[in-house]
C-alpha cells in the first residue's frame, strides 16, 4: 500500500464509525424511539434479536477502531467488509450511499488497488450525483430548499437555471479530479461545495440529516489525499502482516469495483440498479411510499398506535410517510424501493385489527417529466399473501 492508501483506509473507519454514531439507532435496533422494522435483504431469515443485534454494532464498531490503527493489516480489512455487508444484508436500511462508498473504498483497499483506482471511485460519486440532480425536481425544487436555509441565499432558489448549473459544476469535478492539470486546484472548489452543504444541513441551517456531516468531511479529506503531487504518494509501506506480503491481486478487483461505481448507476435510468448505489444525493427523484388507512386506524399493538398518532397530521389522519418514520427512528432515510416499501407497508398491516382497509401508496416519477408520475396503489390483503409480517 502507498501512504495515500492508508490514509484513505483510515479516512473511511473513522467516517464510517462517525456515521454509525451519528446514526446508532439504524444498527442498534434496541434503542430505536419509534420502532422502525427491520428489513432483511432475505425476508426469510427475519429479523436478529435486540441483543444479538446490539452486539454485532458494538463488534463493527470495535473492528473499525481497530483498523485505524492497523490499517495494513489485509485480514481486518476483509473482516470489515464481510461484516458491513453482513449487516447490511441484515437490514437494507444499513446500505446508505455513504456506507456504500466506505465499503468500496475498503474493497479497493483490501486488494491493493493503485491510487488512480480511488480518483475514479470519487469521479463517479460527483459525476452520477451531478447527472441525477439535472431535473426539474432537483432544479425547481431541492434547489430551491437548499437556497431556503439562509436568508442571504434564498432569492437563488428562484431561479431554476441556478439548479441546473449546479448539476453541471458537480459533474465537472469528476473531471477536474481525473486530469491531472486540474486536481491540485480543483479540490479547493470542491471543499468550498461541501462546506456550503454542511452550512445549509446544520445547526446554522436546517439541522437536518446531520449523518452526512462525517460522509461530506470525509469526503473532502478523500479529495484532499487525491488531489495531492504524486511525490508525495508514490512511497510504499510494508505490510505489518508477513503472511500476506507476497500477496497481489491482479487488476481484476479493482475493475469490478470500478464497473460498480460507475458503470451500474446508468442501470439507474431503466429502474435496474438501486437509487442509494447509483449516487442519487438529494435529487427528489427517488420513488415515495405512503401508508394509508381509510376512516379510522385501530392497532393491535400499542408500538404500532404510537407512531400512527406521532406521524399522522391532525389535517390528514388517514396517511403515514414512510421516509419521515425512518428519519426519527433511524437518523436516516428510508432506502427507497418497492421492496422496501412493501417489507415497511407490511409489518403495518399486520398491526392494524381491519388491515383490509388499508395498504401502499408508492409515488413513482420520471425525473425529465414531472407530468408522468404515477401512484400505485398496494392494499394490504396484496401486501400480506407473500406470508405473515
Same mark, same amino acid.
Given at each position: 500500500?502507498?501512504?495515500?492508501?492508508?490514509?484513505?483506509?483510515?479516512?473511511?473507519?473513522?467516517?464510517?464509525?462517525?456515521?454509525?454514531?451519528?446514526?446508532?439507532?439504524?444498527?442498534?435496533?434496541?434503542?430505536?424511539?419509534?420502532?422502525?422494522?427491520?428489513?432483511?435483504?432475505?425476508?426469510?431469515?427475519?429479523?436478529?434479536?435486540?441483543?444479538?443485534?446490539?452486539?454485532?454494532?458494538?463488534?463493527?464498531?470495535?473492528?473499525?477502531?481497530?483498523?485505524?490503527?492497523?490499517?495494513?493489516?489485509?485480514?481486518?480489512?476483509?473482516?470489515?467488509?464481510?461484516?458491513?455487508?453482513?449487516?447490511?444484508?441484515?437490514?437494507?436500511?444499513?446500505?446508505?450511499?455513504?456506507?456504500?462508498?466506505? +465499503?468500496?473504498?475498503?474493497?479497493?483497499? #483490501?486488494?491493493? *488497488?493503485?491510487?488512480?483506482? =480511488?480518483?475514479? %471511485? $470519487?469521479? &463517479?460519486?460527483?459525476?452520477?450525483?451531478?447527472?441525477?440532480?439535472?431535473?426539474?425536481?432537483?432544479?425547481?425544487?431541492?434547489?430551491?430548499?437548499?437556497?431556503?436555509?439562509?436568508?442571504?441565499?434564498?432569492?437563488?432558489?428562484?431561479?431554476?437555471?441556478?439548479?441546473?448549473?449546479?448539476?453541471?459544476?458537480?459533474?465537472?469535478?469528476?473531471?477536474?479530479?481525473?486530469?491531472?492539470?486540474?486536481?491540485?486546484?480543483?479540490?479547493?472548489?470542491?471543499?468550498?461545495?461541501?462546506?456550503?452543504?454542511?452550512?445549509?444541513?446544520?445547526?446554522?441551517?436546517?439541522?437536518?440529516?446531520?449523518?452526512?456531516?462525517?460522509?461530506?468531511?470525509?469526503?473532502?479529506?478523500?479529495?484532499?489525499?487525491?488531489?495531492?503531487?504524486?511525490?508525495?504518494?508514490?512511497?510504499?509501506?510494508?505490510? +505489518?502482516?508477513?503472511?500476506?506480503?507476497? #500477496?497481489?491481486? *491482479?487488476?481484476?478487483?479493482? =475493475?469490478?469495483? %470500478? $464497473?460498480? &461505481?460507475?458503470?451500474?448507476?446508468?442501470?439507474?435510468?431503466?429502474?435496474?440498479?438501486?437509487?442509494?448505489?447509483?449516487?442519487?444525493?438529494?435529487?427528489?427523484?427517488?420513488?415515495?411510499?405512503?401508508?394509508?388507512?381509510?376512516?379510522?386506524?385501530?392497532?393491535?399493538?400499542?408500538?404500532?398506535?404510537?407512531?400512527?398518532?406521532?406521524?399522522?397530521?391532525?389535517?390528514?389522519?388517514?396517511?403515514?410517510?414512510?421516509?419521515?418514520?425512518?428519519?426519527?427512528?433511524?437518523?436516516?432515510?428510508?432506502?427507497?424501493?418497492?421492496?422496501?416499501?412493501?417489507?415497511?407497508?407490511?409489518?403495518?398491516?399486520?398491526?392494524?385489527?381491519?388491515?383490509?382497509?388499508?395498504?401502499?401508496?408508492?409515488?413513482?416519477?420520471?425525473?425529465?417529466?414531472?407530468?408522468?408520475?404515477?401512484?400505485?396503489?398496494?392494499?394490504?390483503?396484496?401486501?400480506?399473501?407473500?406470508?405473515?409480517?
Amino acid at each position: 500500500m502507498t501512504t495515500d492508501q492508508i490514509t484513505n483506509v483510515r479516512i473511511a473507519a473513522l467516517a464510517l464509525l462517525a456515521g454509525m454514531f451519528c446514526s446508532w439507532p439504524l444498527w442498534d435496533v434496541q434503542v430505536r424511539a419509534f420502532g422502525f422494522p427491520v428489513l432483511p435483504l432475505i425476508e426469510s431469515w427475519g429479523p436478529v434479536s435486540g441483543g444479538l443485534a446490539r452486539w454485532m454494532a458494538v463488534f463493527m464498531t470495535l473492528l473499525l477502531g481497530v483498523v485505524v490503527f492497523f490499517p495494513l493489516r489485509r485480514m481486518l480489512i476483509g473482516c470489515v467488509i464481510a461484516f458491513l455487508a453482513l449487516l447490511c444484508i441484515l437490514d437494507l436500511n444499513r446500505l446508505q450511499p455513504w456506507v456504500w462508498l466506505y +465499503l468500496l473504498v475498503f474493497v479497493l483497499a #483490501f486488494f491493493d *488497488s493503485d491510487d488512480a483506482s =480511488y480518483r475514479y %471511485l $470519487l469521479a &463517479a460519486v460527483y459525476f452520477w450525483s451531478g447527472f441525477h440532480k439535472l431535473t426539474p425536481y432537483f432544479a425547481e425544487d431541492n434547489f430551491q430548499w437548499f437556497c431556503s436555509a439562509f436568508p442571504s441565499t434564498e432569492p437563488l432558489g428562484h431561479y431554476p437555471i441556478l439548479g441546473y448549473a449546479i448539476a453541471l459544476l458537480e459533474m465537472s469535478f469528476a473531471f477536474g479530479l481525473l486530469w491531472s492539470r486540474t486536481r491540485r486546484w480543483i479540490k479547493w472548489v470542491v471543499i468550498s461545495f461541501h462546506t456550503v452543504i454542511l452550512l445549509a444541513l446544520s445547526p446554522l441551517g436546517y439541522n437536518w440529516n446531520l449523518v452526512v456531516v462525517p460522509w461530506n468531511l470525509a469526503i473532502m479529506a478523500l479529495v484532499w489525499v487525491q488531489s495531492r503531487p504524486p511525490a508525495q504518494s508514490d512511497q510504499k509501506v510494508a505490510p +505489518l502482516n508477513a503472511r500476506f506480503q507476497g #500477496f497481489h491481486a *491482479s487488476g481484476l478487483p479493482g =475493475y469490478l469495483v %470500478l $464497473l460498480l &461505481a460507475c458503470g451500474a448507476p446508468a442501470l439507474n435510468i431503466a429502474g435496474l440498479w438501486p437509487h442509494p448505489l447509483s449516487w442519487q444525493l438529494y435529487t427528489n427523484t427517488q420513488p415515495e411510499g405512503t401508508f394509508y388507512v381509510q376512516g379510522q386506524a385501530t392497532f393491535r399493538t400499542r408500538p404500532a398506535a404510537e407512531v400512527w398518532n406521532h406521524f399522522t397530521s391532525p389535517d390528514d389522519s388517514t396517511r403515514l410517510y414512510l421516509d419521515d418514520w425512518a428519519m426519527r427512528s433511524l437518523q436516516v432515510p428510508l432506502f427507497p424501493s418497492e421492496r422496501t416499501f412493501r417489507q415497511t407497508a407490511k409489518y403495518l398491516c399486520g398491526c392494524l385489527q381491519q388491515p383490509d382497509s388499508a395498504g401502499l401508496y408508492i409515488l413513482r416519477v420520471n425525473r425529465w417529466d414531472r407530468s408522468a408520475e404515477q401512484v400505485v396503489k398496494i392494499p394490504c390483503p396484496e401486501l400480506l399473501k407473500s406470508g405473515p409480517p
